[in-house]
């Protein structure tokens, strides 16, 4: 089942996404004002089954795409968490004992289909292609064998990045990681029982047609099920909480020249299994 966030007629809602359009669950008495309330509430599951013998409420043409969880508590970010990647920071190819993670505000990522927005402050601005792990339940310090039980679903990010911004700091990358409108995700949730197999999923960025990143997570340095529970240890997981898990090589500063975003250019991430995400680059 995919599940995503919308506007429509003005009015903010979400839904189950078909073939055929949107069916609006937040539109149905008793729901939940956002998905991720819904999510806590009633599960995957529950929402699936309140989908059963429902029609269409909207065609696509009617709606606007927004973030499919519109308020999450957190979204946590992986850095470096590919082999390759991994590679191309450390010469000596080290692979490191625990993860790298920063946070990211909600009002930096815009949904699918919405522009990205290149600051005024920097033209160095970047695309990472990421698979987004959406939190089901709540819970903490969760055993890795039971990590995967606490996954809603996956979605798209494209964790937009100013790269100068990202040097301000001697230990952080928060600020060139913040920046309003800097990156996207969505288009929709595609729940945990779509999914056979976490370590097999391709993750693919291409601009303005062009493959630029491609990569499974086979070759993670830390698996979904080890995020979800080093992250636990820390600090309690909601329903709703966002985990993007990092980016394969291939951002355009790791060209020479680099290849940065342009107003005009089209990012697209794409996740097997989930779909495409895909967003026009503006100048503020």
């Known amino acids: 089942m995919k599940l995503a966030s919308f506007l429509s ?3 903010s809602s979400y839904g189950a996404v078909t073939d055929n359009g949107v069916i609006d669950l937040g539109a149905m008495a ?16 529950g929402l699936h089954k309140a989908c059963d013998n429902k029609s ?19 979204i946590i970010c992986i850095g470096i968490n590919y082999i390759n990647r991994n590679e191309e920071y450390l010469a000596d190819s080290t692979q490191p004992s625990y993860p790298s993670v920063f946070m990211r505000t909600p009002a930096s990522l815009v949904g699918h289909r919405q522009p990205i927005v290149r600051p005024l402050d920097s033209e160095q601005f970047d695309y990472e ?26 979605t798209c990010v494209q964790e937009g990045s100013v790269r100068d911004w990202m040097r301000h700091g001697k230990f952080n990358v928060t600020q060139g990681k913040n920046f309003d409108k800097s990156g996207a995700i969505g288009p929709w949730i595609v729940t945990a029982e779509e999914f ?12 303005n047609g062009q493959q630029r990143q491609h ?25 709703g909480d966002i985990i993007s898990t990092g980016t394969p090589t291939g951002a355009g500063a790791r060209f020479d020249p680099p290849k940065y975003l342009l107003p005009g250019d089209t990012v697209e991430v794409e996740v ?3 779909g495409i995400l895909a967003n026009s680059v503006v100048d503020e």
């Open 9 to 11: 007629a003005g009015r």
């Open 272 to 274: 097997g299994g989930v």
């Open 30 to 45: 008793d729901m939940p004002k956002s998905l991720r309330q819904a999510i806590a509430e009633f599960g995957t599951k």
């Open 196 to 207: 056979d197999n976490y370590e097999q999923l391709t993750v693919i960025t291409r601009v």
């Open 56 to 74: 269409v409420d909207h065609d696509f043409s009617d709606i606007s795409w927004v973030a499919p969880i519109t308020d999450p508590q957190k």
């Open 129 to 154: 292609g990421e698979i987004g792990i959406v939190i089901g339940a709540t819970g903490r310090r969760i055993p890795q064998a039971q990590a995967e039980d606490y996954i809603a679903g996956l």
């Open 215 to 239: 990569d499974t997570t086979a070759n993670l340095l830390f698996s979904f099920r080890y995020l979800i529970s080093y992250l636990s240890t820390f600090m309690t997981l909601y329903p």
